[in-house]
Every structure is written in structure tokens, then in C-alpha cells.
């Protein structure tokens, strides 16, 4: 099978409620704290998907295990948002659920049940789902359980088998520290695309500089886009750091919470290699996408049809 042009960006991964709640007074243990709560869909993999049909990818679809509790909900919001959604309903397990605290400076600590998400197994999978697939991008949270896992590296050998590219997302740097970097690393190691970010990264190799993370990781995937946040992004490629991509400028008033923001940079950076754009411009589509994120609450676009 070769990859079509302009054919479809197919993510696999998970999709999740996010409840985000944003404190603009420190956490008063044992009593009351004020904040402002929404209930919200969300999840890396539905989040970058989501950001990539925004970005203008014509055909965007998704794969991932939803709870039977809220797959209804979760597949409309993603159809509104532009993709198409391939969502496995478990009645065993509920959707996975993500509490995110955002302070006042819009920095999120996750508290995360990973519920229905990493139960992804194999039998989900079928190589079938690559026909007319252009690129494949799976989410790191899936790496970081044995059945989930077990799909994504199917996933990822069909893709490669099919001549079809392949990006990864390390997810999360508590995760990664938990599974382990080499095991992680030995894992993904057919991808041609490695999207971590700055502690991601670091994690990944031991560097505590991220120039020096990027290079080191670039000598294992043949493309490493760290990001950066606010500084932007560095795109790395046999060995060298070979472009600094500087994000938009946004200023501390319109910062309301960076859930998400690296998701949309994900997905507007594969929109962007998707339409022929080269690494450093891929990246600064990402960065673009990465800086209105920040100014919205939750991880994904806002919604083309209203609340």
C-alpha cells in the first residue's frame, strides 16, 4: 500500500473528560479554594487530532476507547470539531478522566485516571483502518500499558509495512519516568517522527539542555521537534539541532491555561507536514497553534458550532 497524497492524518489515541479547574489563589489545603470548573472533552490524541482538522486538513480521523458512559458525547464533539471519530465503547470501564488544576500563571498539574483510554487492545486494531491513510500519530499515553501498548506497536508496524510515516508523542514525563526511557524508547523506535517536549525530552536522554535532548534523540528517530512553550520550538535531525523556531508572543493577561497546547501544536505541525511543508515550517504552524491554546480554556479548538 502507498500512502496517498493528501490522504488521511489517522491518530490513535486517547480520548478523555477533561475537568479543568482554574484556581487563581494557591491550593488551601483542607478547606475551600474558589475556581472556576468546566467540564470539557479532551485527551492528547483527540486533542492533536482535533488541532489538526482546525489547521485544515481536510480528513482527520481517530482511533480510542471511550467508556459507554460518555461515547455519545465525546463522538459528537468530535464530529463538530471535523473528525472523524473511530471510538471503541467498553461497558466494563468508564472514559478516562482527567482533573486539571491551572493556576494563575495558566501552568496545569494533572490529576488522571486513565480509565477506558488505555484499554485499547489489539483486537481494536485492524491494518484495514490505514487504507487511505496518508500519516499515522500515536499518542504516548498508550505505551504506558501492556494491552494499549500492545495495539500501538501494531499500529506502528503496519504503518511502516504499508510505507505509511509515522509520528509519536511521549506524552508525559511522569509517565515516561515510571515505564522507563529505554523501554519507552525500544518501543517507538520504528517511528520516523518524535514529538516530546522539553521534559519530555530530557527524561528520554539524561540532557538536562534541550538542544543537547534534541540532538541526542535525533540519532535514534530521523525527526525530533522539542518543544518549548513560550520559547518556541527546536527541530533536530541526524544528530544537530537544525532550526529554533520562536513561538508567537503572548501576553501574561491572555494566558488562561496551556492544557493542551502541546497537543495543538501536534496537530497543527502534521497538518502542516501533511501539506508539503518542510520541518521548520511545520513547526512554526505548530507554534502558532500552540499560542492561541493557551489563551482558551481546555485542549481543544473552539467549537465551530457555539457551546
Known amino acids: 500500500m502507498t500512502p496517498p497524497s493528501g490522504g488521511a492524518l489517522l491518530v490513535v489515541g486517547d480520548v478523555v473528560t477533561d475537568v479543568v479547574a482554574r484556581h487563581r489563589t494557591p491550593l488551601a489545603p483542607a478547606t475551600d479554594t474558589a475556581a472556576e470548573i468546566r467540564t470539557l472533552p479532551g485527551g492528547a490524541g483527540a486533542n492533536a487530532a482535533c488541532w489538526a482538522a482546525r489547521s485544515g486538513h481536510r480528513e482527520v480521523r481517530l482511533l480510542g476507547r471511550v467508556g459507554t458512559d460518555a461515547a455519545d458525547w465525546h463522538d459528537r464533539a468530535l464530529r463538530r470539531a471535523g473528525v472523524r471519530p473511530l471510538l471503541v465503547p467498553d461497558a466494563e470501564t468508564a472514559t478516562a478522566t482527567v482533573i486539571s488544576l491551572v493556576d494563575a500563571t495558566a501552568e496545569r498539574t494533572f490529576l488522571t485516571d486513565s480509565g477506558a483510554a488505555l484499554r485499547l487492545s489489539p483486537a481494536d486494531w485492524t491494518a484495514g483502518l490505514l487504507d487511505g491513510v496518508a500519516r499515522l500519530h500515536l499518542s504516548g499515553y498508550l505505551f504506558f500499558a501492556a494491552p494499549s501498548r500492545e495495539t500501538a506497536l501494531r499500529a506502528l508496524r503496519d504503518a511502516r509495512g504499508a510505507g505509511i510515516p509515522v509520528s509519536v508523542d511521549p506524552a508525559s514525563a511522569g509517565f515516561l519516568h515510571r515505564l522507563g526511557a529505554d523501554r519507552f524508547l525500544a518501543a517507538a523506535e520504528d517511528a ?24 541526542e534523540l535525533s540519532r535514534r528517530f530521523p525527526l525530533v521537534v522539542v518543544t518549548l512553550g513560550a520559547a518556541g520550538a527546536l527541530v533536530a535531525e541526524g544528530g544537530a539541532v537544525t532550526a529554533h523556531v520562536a513561538a508567537p508572543l503572548v501576553p501574561p493577561a491572555r494566558r488562561v491555561d496551556s492544557t493542551g497546547a502541546g497537543d495543538a501544536f501536534t496537530g497543527a505541525f502534521l497538518a502542516a507536514l501533511l501539506s508539503g511543508a ?3 515550517r511545520a513547526a512554526e504552524a505548530g507554534c502558532r497553534a500552540g499560542a492561541e491554546a493557551v489563551t482558551l480554556v481546555g485542549g481543544r479548538p473552539p467549537d465551530p458550532q457555539g457551546p
Not at 520516523?192 to 540532538?215: F, I, K, Q, R
Open 192 to 215: 520516523g517522527v518524535l514529538l516530546p517536549n522539553a521534559d519530555e525530552a530530557g527524561v528520554l536522554t539524561g540532557c538536562a539542555e534541550p538542544d543537547s535532548a534534541a540532538a
Open 278 to 280: 518542510d520541518p521548520a
